[in-house]
């Protein structure tokens, strides 16, 4: 279609087109339920776990019995490029790590085929093996407290506990509801060892006749008895009070009530006691989600759901962790909302005219339309970091248009509507396409070449190549709609010549002081500038930019057997001292993940774990540690809380040697000593693992000739499980239901552990008590709390920031070897991948250009400048910036077609003029072209961006680096635009094309 026919179109028909557009409109509204909103792009993950339960076993037996199997399965595998193992008491993980490229969905097909077959090979005991994918730990997506009522009304706050957990699951996309420290008292038997000797009883036959009595049975209805009755078994111990009453059978018609065998008492387990939030007992309410599931719908539910209690519950949101993507989607309206007022005040103030402000409004809110219903076609998800490339693009969205307002705008002077549209058009078509199209093609190597982070800021790089073409249709589009529609108004307007020739007076000034200086010199000085930054001052190459932790994970577990009320104490302490280095912020204490709250002495410690969000003083907080907390009581781990950026980052390059060795004493030898050696040279660095020689102790059946004392194994597992322990034998209770634990010597804490295990007494056969020392010879070796394994040899690895370790440091002997992974080939690589795919943009963007121009040299001539403006503007980046990454880079290929935008606009009125002009009359009429839509377009872009550089949010690094990059870019582009270009245009191009 001629342009002559499509502006015609236009005009004839302009009503049908404004139906189109407020068509548009109205889909956005319809379809806005179909927009995919996640927390975070769907990468491809590239490693997995298959984790193992093996309980009741060391972490040697785990090792040899569970780890080693699975690993030697999963390395038949296809496309496994590493595997270790992580083995500890009664649990087993298996790391597995992916080769790039490698096809997914075959690799997992394998994998399942391959769990399916582990369960003929591993021990009994061992159960089945479950797969995680990215991550070891699960996150819980919301964090609820409710602070414990008083006491005279928990039947009440039990019911409203209950029916918010009930309501809470049935909420779409939550998966799972997880509680700690329910309100509620629990009944313990405490067997006493010393009279249970007495009686010709087993432990396992005791706990046997409990069970039974406390739990009921119905026979149904039977055929043949009573019409419409149903029998039943009532239970014998219905409540507390029952346990002391319970007779035990000691078979021959004896028996001895419970009460008599045990200290029966109740009290409130560890974990109801340590869940507290600053201080003050609560219930913990732990809610797993579907990832793929709208965040801030599931988000807004449980609000909702909670917003709706009565007033027995007072429910705090600890964590939520849709809070980051609301932070972005609140900041992104910030930046839209800035982005078009500005721009509308803006164009006025140029202009001198509402019209044509109106018109770039009009012209972006299509833009925006478009590109949302490209979003959908695309289905392309709104994310943490697609928004970034959402907001960096918003300020792009006004230069196409504004360049078409103004080329029109012109031509009416003197013209006819239509005719002075089609000349306007076509007078920077040319331009405006080769604009947008570079723009959108300099993307494409990016997007495309199979690299690890492409499906990482995919998201982005589409988003916005997507926003540019949207602004190229709205230009073409829109703005000739509105023009027509408005031809009048725009007719009337004035020009303001006036200002454009105050604007030239200075602009000549500057020219001529500029033609005057030394340019050879001016580059020196920026060269050395660049360089004595980046050596003197320190310049760090990174893949991406670090992200901020939202707070810290502390770890903290009993070492000895330490009572409650001295963990209690703790904790007190703890709390107080937290809260003054960090006031104002929550913190919270929750029995640890992977603690069985089934298997606890009422008045023993456990292993918790404080989540301090907000706090950045870390020195401080790990002084106070190691004040209050004692080593010989104590082990305690300081862990970052990260960001959901942070974690679904790609695996990031680091420093690190790895030991392997075929003996694991050998290795924690080996490591040991070379982490003194680290920290006396001054490396910055710590060991992955520090694991905790123990002593594992093994007892051998001796031969028993008389039968009497035939061992009763059973007895002796249970009188050793059992000592001080608790174990969970299920609820009793009608209208109160309250959990039943067992144990042995429990009712006092004044249980230290079995000093000797000879003297461990159990039962026999016939019931008569023995010590094991008569029946079992026992030895002693050296053991671990936990091993890990690379390729089939003990691993540990040491990590630091900076590498600079003699290799002469190791002595490789005695089956010891050493790997060194380096961060700095691996950043070497990265980035000359990137420089792979800078010079595949360039020959996109030199291909597109020969295509649009019909020549071979123009687009060499563009290019060439293009480089120089690059070149100059990295040289900044390195004088401004400390540091370069991934975000500096698409900056600066965004600039790249920015640039190509300006200069194609540029070569497009030098090549008007006629080779006898006189150069000062081609510069002051270039300037007075260019200058209102080079100014508004660097005026809005810079101001769409400013939000996200000056308003950045944690999560938003990535797109805050573009956005400076392109700060720092922009105005460079405008000085080259208006004193560079001129220079080069006049030597080169009237030359030599």
Known sequence: MKLENYVFSLFKHKRLYWVLFFCFFLGVIFRLPELEIWLLPKLTPMRYYVVTDYPHHSAEDTDLSVSVPISEMVSSVKSVKRIRTDSEHGKSVVQIDLEFGASNLEFKDQLYQTILEM??????????????????????????????????????????????????????????????????????????????????????????????????????????????????????????????????????????????????????????????????????????????????????????????????????????????????????????????????????????????????????????????????????????????????????????????????????????????????????????????????????????????????????????????????????????????????????????????????????????????????????????????????????????????????????????????????????????????????????????????????????????EWKLLGLKKQKELESILSELLSTKKWDWKLEPIESQVAIALPFLPKDSIIFLHESAHELLKVTNQFNGIARELGFAGSLNFSPKQIIMEEWYRNQIPIPELILNEDDLMQRVLYKGNQLFLGTIGEANKRDLYIGIDSSNFDFVGIPDSKNIRFKTKTYESTFIGSLFTSKKKDSYTEYHRESGLFYNEWVGESLGIDSNLFKKEGGLSVVFESAKKEIRRFYLILILLFLLSFVYIYLTLVGIYESFLIPCFYLGISLLYLAVTVASIFILFREFHLGHYIGLIILLGLSIDSISLFGEKWMEFQKEDPNEKKIEDSFRWLILPIGLNSGTTLMGILPVILFGVPGSEFSQTIALTMFVGIPISVFFVFYIYPVLFQKYMEKNI
């Not at 925006?368 to 693009?393: A, E, P, Y």
């Not at 709205?474 to 509105?482: G, N, R």
Request: proline share 5%; hydrophobic share 45%.
């Open 119 to 608: 369960k003929d090979r591993l021990p009994l005991g061992a159960r089945a093996p479950r797969l995680l994918q990215g991550e070891m730990k699960e996150r819980p997506f919301i964090e609820i407290l409710i602070p414990k009522g008083d006491r005279k009304e928990s039947d009440s706050f039990n019911f409203s506990l209950q029916q918010l957990v009930f309501q809470l699951e049935r909420i779409s996309g939550v998966t799972e509801v997880r509680i700690k420290g329910e309100p509620k008292h629990s009944s313990f038997i405490s067997l006493k060892s010393h009279v249970l000797d007495v009686f010709p009883i087993t432990v396992r036959d005791l706990e046997s006749q409990i069970h039974a009595a406390i739990r009921g049975g119905s026979l149904g209805k039977i055929e043949g008895y009573t019409k419409d009755t149903e029998l039943k078994f009532a239970s014998q111990v219905k409540n507390h009070e029952d346990l002391f009453e319970f007779p035990i059978d000691l078979r021959d018609g004896y028996s001895v009530n419970l009460g008599q065998l045990a200290t029966i008492f109740d009290s409130e387990l560890p974990n109801e006691k340590l869940t507290r939030l600053d201080g003050r007992s609560s219930v913990y309410l732990a809610l797993f989600t579907d990832p793929t599931a709208n965040p801030l719908k599931i988000s807004s539910e449980v609000r909702k759901k909670l917003q709706n209690l009565d007033l027995t519950l007072s429910p705090f949101i600890f964590f939520d962790a849709s809070n980051e993507l609301r932070i972005q989607l609140k900041q992104f309206v910030i930046n839209l909302v800035w982005s078009l007022l500005f721009a509308f005040l803006f164009s006025y103030l140029l202009y001198r005219s509402w019209v044509p402000a109106f018109i770039l409004l009009t012209s972006v809110v299509f833009s925006l339309l478009l590109f949302f219903h490209l979003v959908l076609f695309f289905s392309i998800s709104i994310n943490l970091l697609s928004l970034g490339g959402i907001s960096v693009g918003i300020g792009m969205l006004f230069d196409a248009s504004n360049l078409v307002v103004f080329s029109i705008r012109k031509k009416l002077e003197n013209n006819i509507i239509l005719n002075s549209v089609t000349k306007g058009i076509r007078s920077v078509l040319i331009s405006l396409f080769s604009s947008s199209l570079t723009t959108i093609v300099v993307f494409i190597p990016l997007l495309v070449f199979p690299l690890e982070w492409n499906s990482f800021f995919y998201d982005s790089g589409i988003c916005i190549a997507l926003l540019v073409f949207c602004s190229f249709i709205s230009s073409l589009w829109i703005v000739p709609l509105v023009i027509i529609s408005f031809a009048e108004s725009l007719k009337g307007a004035d020009l303001n010549l006036t200002f454009e020739s105050l604007l030239f007076l200075k602009y000549e000034k500057s020219y001529k002081i500029w033609e005057g200086l030394n340019k050879n010199k001016i580059t020196l000085v920026i060269c050395i500038l660049a360089l004595v930054s980046s050596i003197g001052f320190g310049f760090h190459w990174q893949v991406f930019p670090k992200q901020p932790n939202i707070g810290f994970s502390l770890l903290l577990a009993p070492k000895t057997t330490l009572s409650l009320t001295e963990e209690l104490s703790v904790v007190h302490e703890l709390q107080t001292e937290i809260q003054k280095i960090n006031p104002n912020h929550p913190s919270l204490v929750v029995p640890r993940e992977g603690f069985d709250p089934k298997k606890q002495n009422p008045n023993q410690a456990i292993p918790i």
